[in-house]
């Protein structure tokens, strides 16, 4: 089931340079919250920064508060693993391990974290596939095609199903249909519409259109900063903050 | 221009080659009718009688191999994944030094080096003291070629085995190390091909034996027959029977040599997947 995310007081730099400032964001659970603007602006590392996967850049910092449900992501106490067993990620570009079977890939998560049963493992596997609408296309040949032998599309749906068969709470999904042609696209977004009945979901975008698609909640950043986060239809009728209507009509890009 | 620089090419590849096929045509010529049951199961026989074989030296030669492929391995994929994932700075720079040179020292100085440190110790020569050396020769290799081949595996691997919440540890061992699986195997072999035709370490360590050294409380401490070894030692004998029987043995270390490396491509080979299946 979704949990919410309660960001504050968010700041993260690469050595020196400080790339996100003082970022307070509060994430509905089940629903999809789209991260939008222009290049640079730190999108991809405020989404980083939520599953700590930001501080295992050398030389990367982060300060401030994420906290999933009841857990503190940056608690002193709080192992990182444990952080991102429970919120997944889906990168830009797909990358199933290249030398695993479609089978071993799914099951890459669970089985690398001590899940023996066999039975239970073939259960999960199909399971994930079914929600990444890719099992039909993959049912007979799991466990003799590689992961790296699928289309761009298809890559990207098995570590969708990689990433679901963990049962992460929250899903966070960097640019993912960004390296995808337009069919595959909509099939990844018709996904992340059905995933948010089960999950929290998290997408970075770089194309408006998309998030306005498939977003309930919009956050627009520029240069490091939140500007403005809401729903989705007000950020794309009437926003607030004349900067997030600059964006979205296109003024600057 | 083109075609001249292609078919430069191509001869400079055809005249690499020759010295190769000519060397293993030789020893064919000259060494296969010595080859027989006898040669693989016998001992040696006294200086002047005829018949005979080298089974001693082809188990010693195995055993030799089995201790430094036990040393050479492990440390060798041990230093290369340090040096890959974990090292950076000044002392992973002095590890690859290291490594550099020891890969150019001498054999015959690695073998005096263990000559002195574990020979003389134990008081007799022993095929633990010849896997000794043979292993460490192996390491520099091994250590390089895994090093590079997990260089070569692409960073979105690994960032894709961390954001599954696979601690580090595991997936180094598990995903890093077996998409570079192919890549380092290849490395393995060709550092224990290299050491599986040595004879100057062995002079000092192993020294060779005329007969079995099999008992369990002797087969690491005692003087161990080595197929280099007994090539040399018939080599330069001036019995033509030993002469013949020292091409048949440079026969069978070479055939057992590519024999191993083969048999590891296919059984390491069968566990891989490649990109297009």
């Not at chain 1, 990620?89 to 089978?103: D, E, G």
């Not at chain 1, 099992?135 to 466990?143: C, G, S, T």
């Not at chain 2, 090419?9 to 030789?26: E, N």
């Not at chain 2, 490594?99 to 000559?115: E, K, Q």
């Amino acid at each position: 089931m979704g949990l919410g995310i309660e960001v504050k007081n968010l700041n993260a730099w690469f050595s020196k340079a400080q790339v996100l400032q003082d970022i307070e964001m509060s994430i509905q659970p089940n629903k999809v919250t789209a991260i939008i603007g222009p290049s640079g602006c730190g999108k991809s590392t405020y989404v980083r920064c939520l599953n700590r996967m930001h501080e295992t850049i050398p030389d990367a910092r982060v300060t401030g508060d994420v906290k999933v449900g009841d857990l503190d992501v940056y608690g002193p106490d709080t192992v990182a693993v444990d952080v991102r067993r429970r919120i997944g990620m889906v990168f830009q570009k797909a990358n199933p391990f290249p030398t695993m079977s479609i089978y071993d890939n799914v099951a890459a998560g669970l089985k690398l974290n001590g899940f023996r049963n066999r039975r239970e493992l073939d259960e999960i596997v199909e399971r994930s596939l079914v929600m990444s609408a890719l099992w039909h296309e993959v049912k007979d040949v799991l466990k003799k095609k590689s992961g790296a032998s699928l289309s761009g599309g298809q890559q990207q749906r098995l570590c969708i199903a990689r990433a679901l068969a963990v049962e992460p709470d929250i899903l966070l999904m960097d640019e993912p249909a960004s390296a995808l042609d337009p069919i595959s696209t909509g099939k990844i977004e018709e996904l992340v519409f059905q995933l948010k009945e089960q999950y929290t979901v998290v997408i970075v975008t770089h194309n408006m259109q998309q998030a306005a698609r498939v977003a309930d909640f919009t956050g627009f950043f520029l240069m490091g900063k939140l500007i403005e986060f809401d729903r989705t239809e007000k950020i794309f009728t009437t926003p607030s903050d004349k900067r997030t209507e600059d964006y979205i009509t296109g003024r600057f890009g | 221009m083109n075609w001249m620089m292609i078919s430069s090419a191509a001869l400079a590849s055809v005249i690499v080659l020759i010295p190769l096929f000519a060397i293993f045509i030789y020893l064919l010529y000259k060494g296969v009718g010595a080859i027989n049951i006898d040669f693989l199961t016998k001992l040696p026989l006294p200086p002047g009688e005829t018949g005979g074989g080298m089974a001693n030296a082809i188990v010693g030669s195995a055993v030799i191999l089995a201790l430094a492929s036990l040393i050479g391995v492990p440390f060798g994929i041990g230093a290369g994944i340090y040096l890959s994932e974990f090292g950076s700075g000044k002392y992973a720079d002095g590890v690859r030094f290291t490594a550099d040179v020891l890969n150019g020292i001498p054999s015959i100085v690695v073998g005096i080096a263990i000559y002195s440190l574990v020979v003389l110790r134990q008081g007799h020569f022993s095929a633990l003291s010849g896997g000794i050396a043979l292993g460490i020769m192996m390491v520099p290799t091994v250590a390089r070629t895994t090093e590079e081949m997990l260089a070569m595996v692409p960073n979105t691997v690994r960032e894709a085995a961390l954001g599954l919440g696979i601690p580090h540890w595991r997936s180094t061992l598990s995903i890093t190390l077996r998409t570079a699986a192919s890549g380092i195997i290849t490395g393995v072999m060709l550092a224990f091909a290299r050491v599986a035709g040595e004879t100057a370490p062995l002079l000092f360590t192993a020294f060779g034996n005329q007969f079995w050294n099999l008992k369990r409380d002797t087969i690491l401490t005692q003087p161990t027959a080595a197929l280099p070894l007994q090539i040399y030692t018939y080599a330069i004998s001036p019995y033509d029977d030993w002469h013949r029987q020292a091409w048949a043995g440079a026969l069978v270390l070479i055939l057992l040599i590519v024999t191993a490396v083969t048999a590891v491509r296919i059984v390491a080979g069968h566990g891989q997947m490649r990109g297009s299946a």
